[in-house]
């Protein structure tokens, strides 16, 4: 009795590698898609970045310009908000890492103490 050669058997699904929670419950649900739309519809889908360097490069990214661990009450406020391309975003969130310390530090240097006052105003 012939038989389908192995390599057409279904395979059980590969296990997944992110180990971050889903979107939605890292709080990038409906209201966020729906911020992020309105930013980068502003932004002509053009990274911000770029075009202050005289380039017109697509941006992908709704970036949140003081993050929003920072300031949870501007996570939706279009102001607070910019299209960046995924090269910008990288760099924007390693700055932002550096002057106000992560959203999950527990230990924040003295100048980050400061920058978290200075936005929290
Ligand atoms: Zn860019």
Redesign the pocket.
């Known amino acids: 009795m012939p038989t389908a050669p192995r390599r057409f058997q279904s395979r059980p699904p590969a296990p997944r590698i992110d180990a971050r929670p889903p979107s939605n419950i890292r709080g990038y649900g409906h209201q966020h898609a729906l911020w992020s739309e309105r930013v980068r519809d502003r932004d002509c889908h053009l990274?911000?970045?770029?075009?202050a360097?005289g380039?017109l490069?697509p941006?992908t990214i709704a970036d949140h310009i003081v993050p929003r661990h920072i300031r949870p009450d501007l996570a939706y406020t279009d102001s607070n908000g910019r299209t960046?391309?995924?090269?910008?975003?990288s760099l924007k969130t390693a700055s932002d890492t550096k002057r106000y310390g992560s959203a999950s530090a527990t230990v924040l240097t003295l100048s980050q103490q400061q920058a978290r006052r200075e936005a929290q105003r």
């Open positions: 990274c911000q970045d770029c075009k360097e380039r490069l941006g960046l391309c995924a090269r910008h975003h």
